[in-house]
């Protein structure tokens, strides 16, 4: 089989493709593909329409507008893609926040690319669709990732097997601070595996709205902050901002220091080999007595009251 020439749209995409062993075949990535590091060297074809420095009310404004209006929140560049000359394209259909969305990959693979190019899309919603999509991605580039696939779940099912053993903490997940949000997808699954119970979540669903009386009213033992596109830094402070309200700061998990800052960017909100670090970081916060793989500091923190 010839060595493919892979463009990756979404990060999640691009680490998938870096666990099967084609780091290097990729020619070409989305602008927020930024693991494995190696992968920077390869041409970036996205950019963004929103500016993430602005505060998460701001953010989800803009957001709100642009898809209001029908708007892509990312240009894709068909002229670095046209010179990439792939022959895959891995992109998502999941969430029109993530990255260029599918039919936009699809027209301009039609009318920019010479050659005829493989367009393999993602669209997972629970930890299964993570291991189905690595597979498929695995059959579309001609590489076995069987074994990838046994050794991601083999993790998880050992911290699943002596979290199973432990007394649950009932748990807030935040995805977005302004409006609150709590997360979905396969995040509440991510939390019964670590041995939790997610008081909000939506499993299998997007994300949805939550008000500071349903947070009272579920009263969680454990906030756990994982702003999508946050890095731990800017989550830390986003979670100071929003703990500043008496209202957030007056809840029993506040008052007894169980609030943690995660790196929401780099581990919970991408659907991909990653998520094993993201059940291990849940583990870590939920029972340090029993769990220590050492992404205290640069994983997540503690939320200073």
């Known amino acids: 089989m ?108 039609a009318e920019f690319l010479e050659a005829p190019v493989q367009i393999v899309s993602l669209a997972p919603v629970r930890l299964g669709d993570v291991w189905d999509d690595i597979a498929r991605v695995g059959a579309a580039l001609g590489v076995d990732a069987a074994p990838v696939r046994e050794a991601l779940q083999a993790r998880v099912a050992a911290i699943a097997e002596r979290a199973r053993t432990l007394p649950p903490k009932r748990v807030l997940t935040v995805e977005w601070s302004d409006p609150p949000m709590t997360a979905g997808n396969w995040v509440p699954e991510l939390v019964a595996l670590a041995g939790g119970i997610d008081t909000l979540g939506a499993d299998g669903s997007h994300s949805p709205r939550i008000t500071i009386d349903a947070v009272a009213a579920a009263d969680p033992d454990a906030i756990v902050l994982m702003p999508c596109g946050y890095d731990l830094p800017r989550t830390a402070d986003d979670g100071r901002a929003l703990f500043a309200d008496p209202a957030w700061s007056g809840l029993r998990a506040a008052r007894a220091g169980e609030v943690y800052a995660t790196d929401g960017n780099a581990f919970f909100n991408r659907p991909g080999p990653r998520l094993v670090e993201s059940l291990e970081i849940l583990a870590e916060i939920l029972h340090p007595a029993h769990f220590a793989f050492g992404h205290e500091g640069t994983g997540w923190v503690r939320l200073d009251a």
């Open 2 to 109: 010839t060595t493919p020439r892979i463009a990756s749209l979404v990060p999640s995409a691009t680490e998938i493709v870096a666990a099967l062993g084609c780091a290097e075949s990729i020619v070409a990535r989305s602008h927020e593909c930024d693991w494995p590091p190696e992968v920077a060297q390869a041409p970036a074809c996205t950019r963004a329409r929103i500016d993430a420095s602005k505060p998460s009310g701001a953010i989800h404004e803009e957001v709100g507008k642009l898809l209001a209006a029908a708007l892509s929140l990312y240009d894709l560049d068909t002229e670095v893609l046209r010179a990439a000359r792939p022959s895959h394209i891995v992109t998502q259909d999941q969430c029109d926040v993530c990255a260029v969305g599918l039919p936009e990959v699809q027209a301009a693979a």
